[in-house]
């Protein structure tokens, strides 16, 4: 089993439309959360990073983080087709520097 | 644009080959990642450095070895290729070695194909 699951996708949404990605993790001792956007033969870019439980937001963008259940989710407002990319959750332990990444969700908006 | 460089974009070459990537940090940063991203494996962590010394390692292999160098550059070697070493190797930056507001920033990565 792997240590961070995230649904591949694709996820096809209308422009708009909240899009909600989640990721479940195993390892209780994860402290900080990240979510990354990547755009095809790109490298990630960093969007929301959070530290514990709770929920943050920037713009059309909200991070949750639910400890308790092992499950963190990015929702995105009003979603733009320049929103079609793949998003990776993140996520590390406080004494490491290493990242752990789920595999991804390929999202699409519809113009 | 997150400010970290990479060199070069992409690189064809044979098994058996050996091949030097390149990584600039943002002005500042002190930690340098390695990670590499193949369509079987997703991303995976591979070293860091940080201030020039080893600090942690993941997955990688003995044939590949890394370093970074006084101007914080680092260089990621990966030797004896094989077909399997086929990826997009990215690097990362950070300010310093971890905690709150340390997160990476990636490049924009190094296709690799071993043919």
């Known amino acids: 089993q792997k240590e961070v699951e995230q649904d591949p996708g694709p996820l096809s949404v209308p422009e708009g439309a909240i899009v909600s990605l989640n990721c479940t993790y195993s390892?209780?001792?994860?402290?900080?959360f990240m979510w990354y956007r990547q755009y095809s033969r790109k490298g990630p870019e960093l969007l929301m990073y959070?530290?514990?439980?709770g929920n943050k937001e920037d713009g059309r963008f909200t991070a949750q983080v639910d400890k308790s259940s092992k499950y963190i989710s990015l929702f995105i407002r009003d979603s733009q087709p320049s929103d079609s990319a793949t998003y990776l959750c993140a996520m590390r332990v406080d004494s490491s520097y290493k990242l752990i990444f789920g595999s991804g969700t390929r999202l699409l908006v519809r113009p | 644009d997150s400010g970290v460089t990479q060199t070069p974009k992409h690189l064809i070459t044979a098994t058996g080959q050996r091949v030097t990537l390149r990584c600039s940090p943002r002005s500042g940063d002190l930690s340098v990642y390695w990670y590499q991203q193949s369509l079987d494996q997703g991303l995976q962590f591979l070293i860091q450095y940080y201030n020039g010394e080893e600090r942690a390692k993941g997955n990688i292999l003995e044939r590949f070895s890394a370093q970074q160098f006084p101007d914080l550059h680092s260089e990621l070697n990966l030797s004896s290729l094989e077909l399997g070493d086929s990826a997009l190797y990215f690097c990362a930056s950070s300010v310093g070695r971890g905690g709150i507001g340390n997160e990476q920033f990636f490049g924009p990565g190094t296709r690799l194909t071993v043919l």
């Open positions: 959070t530290y514990s439980s």
């Open positions: 390892n209780s001792a994860f402290q900080y």
